[in-house]
């Protein structure tokens, strides 16, 4: 090192040098923040499982092929019918109010009246799941059936509430029996008698149990669209908008925005028919896959991801992902997702982003084209009195029901 390098490294020079350089860097990075907006995320990949996992895609297990597809299932039309509505955007709809305004181009059906009442088990069947060892079924959790009664077509569907213990005791649950026999049904879930006649049955698999109800959550939903056809809604989510128009299709929902690389699918909302190829499908991977690891999604968002890989590999048509906002518009971001349904509105105003949130404002209006709010658990935390979930949504519900 020559002479004057050495002159430049000495302590009290670096020192003095910090001094200068550090709050001119805090200070660039200050005002740079206030021109561009930084997007850093990231996550880690185990490679191996990448490889294993993700970028496999072994065979289908045939379960298109005309001689295995159940007589209840029409192929030509599902993979082929015609359709009414378009629920694929060609891209992610990240900006503004887009997603909800494409959510707003699915046309309302038109409702009639049934010339005679429809039996319970023919109509077409929702079903949700509470694990009654996570907590009581209360007041909070039946918002979500209320949401049920006041947006769907209680003379056409039917809500089953399927759980891991007996709830036929709970009075919010009898009330609601009583008021609607048809439309309502409670069913405890026996693994073993759904998984008839699928590559499931007799499996060890059908023994999970985790404590956040996330494989088992991802088991159930997927056996009980299997036996019964229909859809599947996540007890923590609030109904705003009848899901007819939608039901032409079969689909999962996108996970957020951001269409997250190898997490782009999501749950929380989904429809099948009763003994879906797809579904017997996503039994086959499960059961050339490795088991499920504990609290992971590998029952759910990576077993959809893998689904829909071997169909394309397999010539198939896939199944439709519907766009974050359709059942969670809290997935996006900050500008444009929807405010928060448990914060109380800020005095300000500032926070509903020109949404206007009144009746018959901005707010309101996205409701209406959306089909469901995702809540995302948090059972522990109660709506704001007074709040944007309360005036535009709960007190909707209870218009609606009249005062039951
Ligand atoms: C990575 O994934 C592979 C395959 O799933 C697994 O065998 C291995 O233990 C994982 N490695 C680490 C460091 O987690
Ligand atoms: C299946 O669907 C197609 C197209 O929608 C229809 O033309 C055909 O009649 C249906 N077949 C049966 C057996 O229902």
New binding site residues.
Partial sequence: MDYTVRQLLRPQRVLAFLKIAVPVLVFFAIVGLLYWEPHVEIAVYNRSWVKQEILTVPPLGGCFSPSAVSPSY?L??ALY??RRTEVHAGTTLQFGMDCYEFAGTVQPLHRSSPPRPIPGDQRIQYHTYWRTDLAPFGPRQEWMLKSFFATQDTDRTRLILWSNGDLAHNPILQKWLARYPDAFALKVVDYAHLARGTELEGSPLLQVNDKRAWIDGDLVRLLVIWAYGGVWIDMDSLLTRDLAPLLEHEFVTQWDCYDKKYVPMNGALMHFRKHSPYLCEAFHVMVTSDPPRKGTTDWGALLYFKLRRRLLAGGIPPFKVLPFCFSDARSCRLDNRLPDPFASDPRDGRWTMGYGREEGGGLDNVLGKVFSVHLHNQWKKPFPPRGWVERLLLRKYDQELGSA
């Fill in positions: 029409n030509t039309d019918g015609p």
